[in-house]
């Protein structure tokens, strides 16, 4: 099949293992199978725990506030979502002390995003439109209040579910 699209093998990338050669670390898309379960590597588990135990330091230094925490907490956050999807163990803790030191949004920040709130689904547009926009504009409106703590309602007549 490859031959007839004239595409060749990378050589150096190839290797044939079977699951009953003894020690054979069958690797996947970079998930190790083991057992017919996959499973990530110790080194992956490590290197996991450390963004972990950083991005917590982070969050003392910096504030919850600053884009370096902010990032430091999406991809640790994202890696610790797999290792929940593969079932392990230290996925759940890992979990909750993700969720105690969510970041947060800057007073000029919030300021910033209510202001593009109200430029694409504004209170006149949302007024005079259809339901599906109003919808949208409400759905927008609870999902960023409850991303950060707002002083005020994003719309007055703003309907929480």
């Known amino acids: 099949m490859l031959s007839s699209k004239k595409l060749s093998l990378h050589r150096g990338k190839l290797r044939l293992v079977t699951t009953n050669s003894f020690g054979a670390q069958v690797v ?11 499973r990530l590597s110790a080194s992956e588990r490590n ?21 370096s925490f902010h990032d430091a907490h999406n991809s640790v956050s994202g890696k610790v979502a797999l290792m929940s999807r593969l079932g392990h163990n230290q996925a759940i803790n890992f979990r909750q002390v993700l969720s105690e030191i969510q970041p947060e949004y800057s007073l000029k920040s919030s300021k910033k995003i209510e202001k593009l709130c109200y430029k694409f689904y504004g209170k006149k547009r949302a007024a005079k439109s259809k339901p599906p926009i109003r ?5 927008l409106c609870i999902t960023f209040q409850s991303l950060v703590v707002l002083t005020k309602p994003c719309q007055p007549n703003c309907v929480l579910y």
């Open 28 to 38: 996947i898309t970079g998930l190790w199978i083991d057992r017919g379960h996959p």
């Open 135 to 139: 919808d949208a504009f409400t759905d």
């Open 47 to 67: 290197s996991i725990r450390s963004l972990f135990h950083k991005a917590k330091i982070e969050s003392n230094l910096n504030g919850k506030t600053s884009q």
